[in-house]
């Protein structure tokens, strides 16, 4: 069983930081790719940021500046740092990994369950 645990979610005011982390678990033998993704009500999950395990990056423009992804590929992790965070911000962060499992050929997507962001004040 492969499993992605997020944690880090939560509420806080205009202007503040969240830190989510996302850890992928189970009979892994290798992840090529960790990502973060929104979903807002009624809109279509949307990238946010992703990383490969050698350490490129791509941002979405609206986060650009703001939020910052990383990875420990040893404890296959995945982090987004999110500062000067925006009411408009707030959604379902979902953590994606692209991953093959142990005994397996082939890479497949995997998803956390998500976790809230809600920005107010």
């Known amino acids: 069983q492969v499993q992605l645990v997020e944690s880090g979610g939560g509420l806080v005011q205009p202007g503040g930081s969240l830190r989510l982390s996302c850890a992928a678990s189970?009979?892994?033998?290798?992840?090529?790719?960790m990502s973060w993704y929104l979903q807002a009500p009624g809109k279509q999950r949307e990238l946010v940021a992703a990383?490969?395990?050698?350490?490129?990056?791509n941002y979405a423009d609206s986060v650009k500046g703001r939020f910052t992804i990383s990875r420990d590929n040893s404890k296959r992790t995945v982090y987004l740092q999110m500062n000067s965070l925006k009411p408009e911000d707030t959604a379902v962060y979902y953590c994606?990994?692209?991953?093959?499992?142990?005994?397996?050929?082939?890479?497949?997507?995997?998803w956390g369950q998500g976790t809230q962001v809600t920005v107010s004040s």
């Open positions: 994606n990994a692209f991953l093959k499992r142990t005994g397996y050929n082939f890479y497949a997507d995997y």
């Open positions: 189970g009979s892994i033998s290798s992840i090529t790719s």
């Open positions: 990383i490969t395990s050698g350490g490129s990056t």
